[in-house]
């Protein structure tokens, strides 16, 4: 055999699969050829573990499987379900981001509002003034609607928001018509103080005179 063939029996030589006059003619031909012995240490961890391979599988088991009858069916119809509940899970993921899209500007609607508002109604006998207030929690402060009655125009009034801590914020200013006492009169306005930090709310000519007080509960 010529020198290239024997090259070409590495492969076998380290399997171990060569006849005996092949493998005393390839002993003999490594001697001779470093190649030979540099290729074979290379292929020394792939025969050890094809060797365990051989050791370790049980003598019935076939070294390659052969596909039972309606393998292919049900491979094919376990790739079709995977993909419809992949569809599914991607359906889901897109309501849930639409959902999640949907809510992000009703809850911050919802923080901004904050708790209920509180309505305060009350009437001064003195001076006549009567006012139902409306007040909201907000992230920047109170917003506050006043609805009022006053018989005792013409006058400058305002609003103004008493804190706990007894600082004071103008909340709105507005003109009572003269001759119609009857007439409610609407505005609105807020102050910084938190609701929270609002003890009452008075209503005041400009001259600083009281007309009416609504307590915060």
């Known amino acids: 055999m010529r020198p290239l063939e024997r090259h070409r029996d590495a492969g076998a030589y380290a399997l171990g699969v060569l006849d005996a006059a092949d493998t005393f003619r390839f002993d003999d031909h490594l001697m001779d050829c470093p190649e030979c012995r540099v290729l074979l240490a290379e292929l020394g961890p792939t ?18 499987a052969v596909p039972g009858p309606g393998l292919g069916e049900r491979l094919l119809a376990e790739a079709v379900r995977l993909r419809r509940a992949g569809r599914r899970r991607w359906l889901c993921a897109v309501a849930a981001s639409v959902v999640l899209a949907l809510a992000a500007p009703v809850a911050a609607v919802l923080r901004a509002d904050g708790p209920g508002p509180e309505q305060i109604t009350a009437r001064d006998g003195r001076t006549g003034v009567s006012a139902t207030l409306t007040a909201r929690g907000r992230d920047w402060g109170t917003d506050i609607g006043l609805r009022v009655r006053d018989p005792d125009g013409p006058h400058v009034c305002e609003l103004i928001a008493v804190g706990t801590d007894g600082s004071e914020q103008t909340v709105t200013t507005w003109m009572a018509p003269a001759g119609e006492p009857s007439e409610e009169l609407a505005t609105q306005g807020g102050a910084a103080l938190l609701r929270e930090d609002i003890a009452r709310y008075e209503v005041r000519t400009t001259g600083g005179l009281r007309l009416l007080t609504l307590r915060s509960r």
Do not use: D, I, K, S
């Not at 025969?47 to 390659?64: C, D, I, N």
């Open 47 to 64: 025969a050890q573990q094809l060797a365990a391979y051989e050791r370790l599988t049980p003598p019935h088991v076939e070294p390659h």
